[in-house]
């Protein structure tokens, strides 16, 4: 048993370390919010692929780099943002949320597209675990308003803030509020084309942040 731990922790921080160590440090400022997002899939899991071959892997990282480029930028800099894969590479849901829970994450939000054999589905769906703990009403908060931010300033037509039982949410219930935020539809032409547009990269970015300030409350409620 002692060798099996040994194997798995070995494993587990060789996976960290292909990242630059200062990805991972705690240098966040007494007054930052932690804020873990998770693109998902990653390496040899492409995710959805789309009509004109999109990878999922490909626009959700895009999206969680920009993110950190907006954050730091910010004169507020409110945010210390890690993610839970900065390049091409295969992280398991376990780790992620392993990792998650050492960075002391104030929120997490995993990152996907979607996909459809109708080729019409369209819009975001934004999901919370269905399991409940002190964490849910943040986590229903935070989806309900990303899905109000995403509708109005996008467009996106919203299919919904649904409960469900993926890993990275059952296992983020009881520490962080998490959401998983489906981002449209690669099988859609449309969605697929907005989403491998650099400048909506940006907004999408822009305005999870947003999404999340204004979930904090950080108006009116810095973090001491």
Request: charged fraction near 25%; aromatic fraction near 8%; glycine fraction near 4%.
């Amino acid at each position: 048993m002692e060798l099996r731990k040994s194997i798995f922790s070995i494993f587990f921080f060789s996976t960290i370390a292909i990242f630059p160590i200062e990805n991972y440090s705690q240098t966040e400022k007494a007054n930052q919010f932690v804020i873990v997002v998770d693109p998902g899939h990653g390496g040899s899991d492409p995710g959805a692929v789309g009509i004109n071959g999109n990878k999922e892997k490909d626009v959700v990282l895009k999206i969680a780099r920009e993110m950190i480029r907006i954050s730091k930028s910010s004169p507020k800099n409110e945010f210390k943002i890690y993610l839970t894969r900065y390049k091409d590479s295969l992280i398991s849901l376990s780790d992620r949320t392993k990792l998650t829970k050492a960075l002391k994450a104030d929120v997490f939000i995993s990152l996907h597209c979607n996909h459809s054999n109708d080729p019409r589905a369209r819009g975001i769906e934004i999901y919370v675990s269905n399991r409940i703990s002190h964490q849910s009403n943040e986590s229903v908060l935070l989806a309900y308003q990303l899905q109000k931010e995403l509708r109005k300033k996008l467009g996106f037509e919203s299919r919904g803030v649904k409960f469900a039982n993926f890993q990275v949410l059952r296992e983020s219930v009881t520490d962080y509020p998490a959401i998983l935020l489906e981002l449209g539809f690669l099988s859609n032409w449309e969605e697929e084309k907005w989403l491998n547009n650099p400048e909506n990269i940006n907004h999408m970015a822009s305005l999870i942040l947003v999404a999340i300030r204004k979930s904090l409350n950080l108006d009116k409620k810095p973090k001491t």
